[in-house]
């Protein structure tokens, strides 16, 4: 499968996320490199800048292929992927299709959760 026709992992890299400040135990580089090697051919990794879930460090989404997009299938938030085991599961579920083809691992399952709600700005 080309990586564009996979899943996308979207990492949150900015205030919070991926940060030694907030979460000093965790190895974020690594984390990083580990989803970039782990997802090549399979999907592909995108680094974002704040998502809007500082609470929930280090956020994770995961979004369906193309095809399962297509059908209506949402993306994933996972929240508080920090440790190895954890990003082992995110990498292995892209592997095995993501969403809409396959249930997430058991380890993550807890840590789903929802998508932030976006403030409006009054333009006025």
Avoid: Y
């Avoid at 890299?13 to 984390?31: E, I, N």
């Amino acid at each position: 499968m080309s990586s564009t026709a996979g899943p996308a992992v979207t990492v949150c890299r900015d205030c919070c996320c991926g940060t030694t400040r907030k979460h000093p135990s965790a190895d974020h580089d690594a984390q990083l490199e580990a989803l970039r090697e782990g997802v090549a051919g399979f999907g592909r990794v995108v680094v974002s800048q704040c998502l809007l879930a500082c609470e929930r460090s280090n956020v994770v989404v995961v979004s369906p292929a193309p095809a399962q997009r297509a059908a209506g299938v949402k993306p994933v938030w996972l929240a508080r992927i920090l440790f190895p085991r954890e990003t082992q599961a995110v990498i292995d579920w892209v592997q095995a299709g993501g969403p809409g083809v396959v249930e997430p691992p058991l380890l993550i399952r807890a840590k789903i959760g929802e998508r932030p709600e976006l403030l409006t700005v009054d333009p006025c």
